[in-house]
């Protein structure tokens, strides 16, 4: 099992920028693909960008592409996400999440799950 706690979320007017961290536990963070989802109340669960074990294979979600940036760092047991140019409607929990089969292309593999932290976005 892993266990991954999220951290960085709070209030940001529209336009601004945040960064998420999470930190892993448990068993070997390596091998694991990771990625980030979130959910706004009343949503079901949404995808957002996985990162395959070796950080070299990444998909975004269209409705983040070009404004968040995933990224690892094995050595710490870190995954991060940069969001920048916030819109409101980026207004979620997110969660850190990790697929143990280590590519990180289908939100169906993502098993494990973080407590989320909070992203507001105002206008």
């Known amino acids: 099992q892993v266990q991954l706690v999220e951290s960085g979320g709070g209030l940001v007017q529209a336009g601004g920028s945040l960064r998420l961290s999470c930190v892993a536990s448990?068993?070997?963070?390596?091998?694991?693909?990771m990625g980030w989802f979130r959910q706004a109340p009343g949503k079901e669960r949404e995808f957002v960008v996985g990162i395959s074990w070796g950080g070299d294979s990444i998909y975004y979600a269209d409705s983040v592409k070009g404004r968040f940036t995933i990224s690892r760092d094995n050595a710490k047991k870190l995954v991060y996400l940069q969001m920048n140019s916030l819109k409101p409607e980026d207004t979620a929990v997110y969660y850190c999440a990790a697929d143990p089969t280590g590519r990180g292309v289908s939100s169906r593999d993502f098993r494990s799950w973080g407590q989320g932290t909070q992203v507001t976005v105002s206008s």
């Open positions: 448990g068993r070997t963070f390596s091998i694991y693909a």
